[in-house]
């Protein structure tokens, strides 16, 4: 380096002499010169540096802050308030949700959220008059009248709606939460609006009040980003990439699908085809729409599958308003400037640029409060983090169902679940409890949802102590099948669920699911299709080495002609006292009107073994005294 230096003095005191102010004009004529070049300014170039994290926080923030267009907003603000007071009325007047749930069904028990356990539970009448004044509060916001009160009505009387019968549960609903919140934040009033309109009569309108900061937009976008790309994160699993259930189960019934796939391809593939297609195709879009909508050049491709995504779900699957709201979300990724340009609706737009003020000097940005930005941090962390929080728990989230909801794992599984309640009283015999006082959707729920089985067990404990003076012990004899797979244990039978805790974080009374590499699904499907030939059906069950299933077959009931098929493993029947090994792949013809009990031995794989009748699934589970949603539809 010393001998470094001296040379570079050299070579610059060898260049000649000049004038300093020759020098200093030669050196404004090159920047000049360059700097013309460049935008056609004499002014110097300025000198580049790395930016500070000081600076990145003003970017950042004046990204946040930069004033747009409020036109975006105010247009999905009218869809979706449009969209909740169809939804409202269409639950009160044609879906009996009152009466169902507050009225004539079922006037002992609601089901409710851990977290909101004493919500009140309001008269019949005055229920009516809450559905009206949230169906009222709608309509307001979609005219964006009062728009501050009708925000904040609809979000504190939607979620109580929501909060007085979990039962009612649906992803669906919870993002109409979310959104309701997110305007309670925002202005999306300041366009499009009898409120504009009424602010512009008065004289009131600025350039402030006809402008909304950019992260109004982004929050909502946000929001919907995420619906989309959790959802995708929670299709991530065997069922959905592999076996492709249950998009297999689910569109193999639609007729028009299952004829167009069996001219494509060979009959005996329709299925399985069938349901990868839709399963790659249900993952790819919920992976890649938040990104093909963020995106200009891809966005109006993402439109098109949005569309056909959400209209194939409307048809198939009846779910209600979620895809026209998921369809009125577009108009969200549209940039305001597009917006503006729409002829039906250029009239409301911004007259002034919303970046640059009317003499054409740029507008200053400000800071987001520190409260607003801490309220923006909290949400968009729990929205980044609560998807995940059924890694906290034991075991596969789509078998014990903790940590399921609030996640938008949405339409991930096709359940089947058979359930036999019995209650000992103290001192007593055990009795199978048939007077289940609760509604459809309470049972569909219940079947599916372990809080709210030990809910209702635990409310069947108070029920007795409270009408007989004695306690009594509630156990359930519950079988589920997920995914088209056997019906397995999903309780342990020996747990009396009275005597759970009911705030304890995790659910050890739950069975674990058995390993799919003890079940061959090709078989099951080859038996169902010679029992379908055969005039019957197959029902699947299959329990661990050591099992016992006891169970009867009633004789009040169209089943008549019941065998059991040994599928695998080590199976044999007990009927009266009499032991019948039953051996892989014959069957044996079972006595009606009497029990038996079903036996699982070996110290190896789980064992398999089909129900073969001749009614339907749900005469099937009545005969067995068992309630199910199929036996419960028949009523």
Known sequence: MDQQQPS???????????????????????????????????????????????????????????????????????????????????????????????????PE????????????????????YIFWACA??????????????????????????????????????YLYILVSFLFLITDCNRSFSLDHLIACWRGKKTEKTSTVPKWQLDILRFQIFVCYFYGSIAKMNYDWVIRGEPCKTWFYRVEPIRQLAEIVVPPEYASSVIGHFFSAGGLLFDLLI??????????????????????????????????????????????????????????????????????????QTSKLCRPLLALLFCYVTAQCLVPFRHWLYPGDV???????????????????VVLRTLIRPQGGAEV????????????????????????????????????????????????RSLNNRPFQRWVDPSVDLTTVDYWAFHYPWLEPRLPDSDIDFSELDRIRDEAKDGGKMATFFMDKPGGVFKTTLQADGPCSNISLLAVSGDVSVQIKKVHTPVPVGTGLSLPIGGFHRVRTGGDGPASVWAYLHD???????????????DSWELY
């Open 8 to 106: 570079v003095r050299l070579r610059h005191d060898t260049r000649p002499a000049q004038d300093t102010s020759t020098a200093e004009s030669e050196e404004k004529t090159t920047n000049g010169g360059v700097n013309e070049e460049r935008d056609g300014k004499g002014a110097p170039e300025p000198v580049k540096r790395r930016l500070s994290s000081s600076d990145e926080s003003a970017g950042w923030m004046a990204t946040l802050t930069e004033r747009v267009d409020p036109l975006t907003l105010a247009v999905f603000r009218f869809l979706f308030g449009a969209a909740m007071v169809v939804h409202i009325v269409r639950a009160a007047l044609t879906q009996d949700v009152i009466q169902a749930n507050f009225q004539d069904f079922f």
């Open 109 to 128: 028990l609601n089901f409710h959220y851990y977290f909101a356990m004493n919500v009140w539970k309001p008269p019949v009448e005055i229920t009516w």
């Open 136 to 173: 009222v509060s709608a309509g307001l916001l979609s005219i964006g009248f009062l728009y501050r009160l009708a925000s904040l009505s609809f979000f504190l009387l939607f979620t109580y709606i929501n909060l007085l019968e979990k039962a009612r549960y649906n992803n669906h609903y």
């Open 290 to 363: 938040g990104f093909m909508l963020i995106s200009k050049t891809f966005r109006p491709m993402g439109f098109l599958m949005t569309f056909g995504f959400h209209l194939t779900n409307h048809f198939v699957f009846k779910i209600g308003t979620f895809p026209w709201v998921m369809m009125a979300t577009n108009i969200l990724f549209i940039e305001p400037e597009t917006v503006s340009k729409i002829p039906i609706l250029k009239n409301f737009a911004t007259s002034a640029n919303t970046s640059t003020s009317r003499d054409g000097k740029k507008t």
């Open 398 to 416: 789509n078998w014990t169902m903790e940590g399921h909801q609030f996640s938008w794992r949405m339409m991930l599984n096709a359940e089947d």
């Open 432 to 479: 199978v409890h048939t007077g289940y006082q609760i509604n459809a959707r309470q049972m569909k729920r219940m079947l599916t949802d372990p809080e709210l089985i030990l809910q209702y067990a635990q409310h069947l404990g108070r029920g007795h102590l409270q009408t007989t003076g004695s306690p009594a012990s509630v156990r359930l004899d519950m079988w």
């Open 615 to 629: 009614c339907s699934p749900g005469h099937f589970h009545n005969a067995m005294m068992m309630v199910s949603m």
